[in-house]
């Protein structure tokens, strides 16, 4: 019965559409799962806006509790109410294979115009507003009795039901024709998947949890897999070859017999916290009583969760025994990843900044070259999981900037920044050669040192061309401009269009292209100001919300919510230039209140009447005021 309750209420969601109680309800328990427990609760919530910082900072730190505690949990509608505007919302957390983590969450919505927003905390519609609502408060304090009186009365038979439902969902989560019929590398490539999208349904029924007879070692199986999604980044470093969605991997052997086979994958961790290198890992895959094939899990990840000694004992020992199997993974990764050689140089070279900029490195293997034998390729691979490595490595901003390219004959070199937030002005520079081959050109082995080039007159050449960028890398990669500016701004239309290429760029950590719709005053000052103020830009802001446009002669004025947390409020300048409309990032102006707000702010202004003498000043600070007061101007009230 009660399985036919949910699937009617299931049925029930769909048909409600996007803006449904139900949906809205698990949009904001997934969310604060994934770690949004902080968020834009203004956006996001139905809170007061009269709620005090210190109410604030308790509501974000129960939040961030009930992050904690919701873990990798899953999330099913179990019953809804409406009463008119107000809805309240009962959803299950998934149990686990022994029903310890059931548990019913309730969720408070209010519409506001055409959307439900949840109450910022569960089980209740405090902090909302609603006491100033004196029509809507005694329906709200009755679906809140609901929500304690329905929560109570579920748990009782749910609990009694859980471990069925939690087994039948399991085997809905793979095919069952995969589990019959499947081969034993569609099954372990499954496992990875399943493992690395965080679906732990797909796991337990991959490892077994689909048969009618479980493996005889199913609870110490469940045991591992459920305190490994508990720990998360924080597992032991052998299960990143699992959990990790940008590891590397191969299956490099099989050997198959009528109930049995075994499956060996080499697995490369390219970080970003610390890359690691090739290794091995064998898997059985059995047959069981039901005549589903299942995956046992290899002795290291099991050891792993109860004897970290044991279990680098025993990777020392694995090492050793694969190294043949290590040797065949730059193959491996070939035939699974084919080269895609390019008749143009110079292609290739941007194309692997655009590569490197991705999740994983996968896109980036069609541009390499692996073709000069097994050593020569595993140092082509270890290279780039390095710098892919460097380029996503926590705490810090970072992108790859190509400032220069040569080509000699069926040589070429690329000349790049390794561009980084918290050292911005720093040259780093990075070499990547390319060779060509009959079927067009790939990247060869590279390193920050190495001269792979044949032709010594090549090889001076690169190093000629480095030495004014070791100087100052970023000469060029932006607009320079003198006064007089032209009499005219952009339009408001083009600088919100350059604004939203410019958050797009920050948001994905494109420092090349941030530059190429950048300004600077034609000083060394301006110069250094924009490599400076890129860093920030990088490392603060990354997501933004475009505001209202402010013209006055020649600035264009262009407000931008910065999605930082707390945000930031502010303007940027877009002027117009010989090549198009640009962000004067120089003189960005901060709408946040304060001495040092007020101190920076005087002094931008003081810049741009500097370089840009006449009624520059006055101007930009016209602009400047008019925004400050659409600030300062009571929101509107949504209407009910």
Known sequence: MMRGLLVLLLSALTLQGAQSPSEAALGYLRGIAAGKAGGDLSKDTAISGDITEDRLDEIREGRSRLKTALGGSGFTVFSEKEDGDLAAVLVTRDAGPDAQGLDLLAVGLIRRGERWLPAPLPGTFDNTGLNFEPE??????????????????????????????????????????????????????????????GEQRAVYALLGGADDVPPKDWDQI????????????????????????????????????????SVAVVCQDPGPDRPQR??????????GASGFWHVELPELLMVAMEDIGQAAALARESARADA???????????????????????????????????????????????????????????RAVTLWGGLHAPGDRRSLILLSFLAEGDEACGIYQFFSAATSADPQLIRIYLKRGEPGW???????????PASEAFAARISAAMEPLAKDWAAGRF????????????????????????????????????????????DEAGAKAVVRNLGYEMDERSK??????????????????NLSEPPTFGLYPVIQTPTGPKVLLELYIRASEGRAADYLNRRILTRAAEAFPGDARDKLESSVRKYRSTLSAPEPQPEH
Not at 249 to 260: K, L
Not at 366 to 376: V, Y
């Open 136 to 197: 809507l408060l005694p329906r709200a304090r009755a679906l809140e009795d609901w929500m304690i009186r329905s929560r109570s009365q579920a748990l009782i038979g749910l609990k009694e039901s859980a471990q069925k439902l939690w087994l039948d969902s399991v085997r809905r989560a793979v095919p069952a024709e995969l589990l019959r019929e499947g081969t034993p590398e569609a099954l372990v490539t499954a496992l990875f998947d399943a493992f690395s999208r």
């Open 442 to 452: 790939l990247a060869a082995p590279f390193t920050a040192n190495q001269t792979v």
């Open 479 to 522: 607009t320079m401009v003198k006064a007089p500016l032209p009499a005219e701004g952009p339009s408001g239309q083009e600088a919100k269009e350059i604004m939203a290429r410019w958050i797009a760029a920050r948001e994905s950590a494109d420092a090349g292209a941030i530059l190429r719709l950048a300004a600077a005053v034609d």
């Open 324 to 382: 043949d199997l290590v040797a065949q993974f730059p193959a491996k990764l070939r035939e699974k990843y084919p080269a895609t050689p390019l008749a143009n140089a110079e292609a290739v070279a941007k194309a692997l900044v655009e590569s490197f900029r991705e999740p994983t490195l996968e896109k980036s293997l069609p541009f390499l070259d692996l073709s000069a034998g097994e050593e020569a390729a595993q140092a082509i691979i270890g």
């Open 544 to 561: 933004g919300e475009i505001g209202e446009v402010y013209r006055d002669g020649a600035w264009t004025c262009v407000a931008v919510k």
């Open 278 to 287: 090739p290794r091995g890992l064998h898997f059985t895959v059995m047959k």
């Open 222 to 261: 469940t045991a591992v897999v459920r305190n490994v999604f508990a720990e998360g980044r924080k597992a032991p470093e052998s299960w990143s070859m699992l959990l990790k969605p940008q590891v590397l991997r191969a299956i490099v052997s099989v050997e198959t017999g009528h109930a049995q086979a």
